[in-house]
């Protein structure tokens, strides 16, 4: 199956600084990425929808100011998490949906923990 | 909001067949069922899908009743590294949406 790598695996910051994850397509061109928030023995939740070129897509109640997605090419999208509180740390995954077979395909995760 | 139910925990022996049911009662006519499944601590595992026919490959078999109003995932012959969240999701074919619920917790044991 196709891959989705994701940069970096695991990250530790400390409060008040900002994050950047990026999430790359391998071997094809994704014009739609998906972030995902996922939090200890809890399901995936889907934050948000970045389409290559415009703006991304929020799902209700996440913040746009502060999580900032950037798809400025049709394979990496990144996640920048602003000003990040311990109440951010959690595991962040993408996902990329291959335009020819609308199948999606996740990355490994990034796990971010803030100080 | 999840369109599926599927039980929150279940245990198989290892070496024996892991069934997982999973009830999709509002399922549409033009609905897929998904499978995954996520391994602690890493990205879902996509593992099969299928429209109203039952579905096999190298991983697992999918049977979906005939009013479609849910479906099982069958691992033949559990092993260990079968442990994992295994989640079920209807989603239409070329539909950007992939929501996931609850999933089942599923424990292979020795």
């Known amino acids: 199956g196709a891959v989705v790598s994701q940069h970096p695996s695991w990250v530790i910051c400390k409060s008040g600084t900002s994050v950047k994850i990026e999430c790359r397509s391998l071997d094809f061109q994704a014009t739609t990425m998906f972030w995902y928030r996922q939090f200890p023995k809890q399901s995936l939740m889907l934050m948000a929808t970045?389409?290559?070129?415009?703006?991304?897509?929020?799902e209700q109640g996440v913040e746009k100011d502060k999580f900032l997605i950037n798809h400025a090419s049709l394979t990496l999208s990144t996640l920048t998490v602003t000003s990040a509180h311990p109440e951010d740390s959690s595991f962040y995954i993408c996902s990329a949906r291959d335009p020819n077979s609308y199948e999606q395909y996740f990355g490994p995760g990034t796990r971010l923990t803030v100080t | 909001d999840a369109k599926t139910t599927q039980p929150p925990s279940m245990d198989c022996a290892e070496g024996r067949a892991a069934n997982l049911p999973c009830n999709h009662s509002?399922?549409?006519?033009?609905?897929?069922v998904y499978w995954y499944r996520q391994i602690h601590s890493q990205g879902p595992q996509y593992i099969i899908h299928?429209?109203?026919n039952n579905e096999t490959n190298e991983m697992a078999s999918l049977i979906i009743t005939e009013d479609r109003k849910s479906s099982t995932l069958i691992l033949p012959h559990a092993t260990l590294r079968d442990t994992a969240v295994y989640y079920c999701i209807v989603r239409w074919y070329n539909n950007n949406d992939m929501r996931f619920g609850a999933g089942t917790r599923l424990t292979v044991k020795p």
């Open positions: 509002t399922i549409s006519g033009n609905e897929y």
């Open positions: 970045s389409n290559e070129g415009s703006k991304a897509t929020y």
């Open positions: 299928g429209l109203k």
